[in-house]
């Protein structure tokens, strides 16, 4: 017999979900080991193709490897700008990372392949990015319903931070992740806040049979 959750449950769930953000202030802190433990166990739990399991964490520990990281980040937000024409000085003005003042930096890393060919035979390398995005995702609900925020910093060149965690061949790291106590949390993503991009409505993303109009 499936064992329902209740109406509360459920909707702590959702409310979980609603109310996540990608945050990119932090009120520095720390985060309890045993918080840690269950928001990393959350993210080991997730769904993989082929039960794959391609994510690796690394718990940027070093003072002087977490200015390593803050570094290439800001060099890549200057290249990211020259790309982006006439809001260059506004995109230059947004927050994109909170790494010097998070709690606690990790890295997840995609692992070499391993050869998984269920359900992935097509799509090797997007199902892998896939799975670990679903890792990612995990880490970021349980972080909230512990009233952490995080922040996911995509600014990196791969092959500079896989040099820096001394990455095997083949690995590929994806994300840098601020965790850690905020003051508040944003009442809308901040992109929104900053008048930079707005959620689509569901209507424009939601289609039968074909794909959606724009």
Request: aromatic fraction near 8%.
């Amino acid at each position: 017999m499936v064992k329902a959750f209740s109406e509360d449950e459920r909707e702590a769930v959702y409310r979980v979900i609603a109310e996540r953000r990608d945050m990119r202030h932090f009120a520095q802190g720390v985060v309890d080991e045993d918080v840690l433990k269950r928001i990393l166990e959350a993210a080991h739990a997730a769904p993989s193709v082929g039960l794959m399991q391609p994510w690796r964490f690394v718990r940027i520990k070093k003072s002087t490897l977490r200015e390593q990281l803050i570094d290439l980040v800001k060099q890549e937000k200057i290249q990211t700008s020259e790309q982006m024409d006439e809001r260059k000085a506004d995109f230059m003005k947004l927050k994109v990372e909170g790494m010097r003042d998070c709690a606690e930096l990790i890295a997840v890393v995609l692992a070499p392949d391993d050869g998984t060919i269920f359900g992935r035979r097509t799509m090797p390398e997007e199902m892998a990015l896939c799975s670990t995005s679903c890792a990612i995702q995990n880490m970021w609900l349980s972080a909230r319903a512990e009233n952490l925020g995080m922040g996911w910093v995509s600014f990196f060149q791969p092959e500079d931070v896989a040099a820096l965690l001394q990455c095997p061949a083949g690995a590929k790291p994806i994300a840098l992740l601020c965790l850690g106590p905020v003051d508040h949390f944003y009442d809308k993503p901040m992109l929104e806040m900053e008048d930079w991009r707005f959620r689509k409505n569901m209507a424009s993303v939601l289609a039968e049979d074909v794909y959606p109009e724009d």
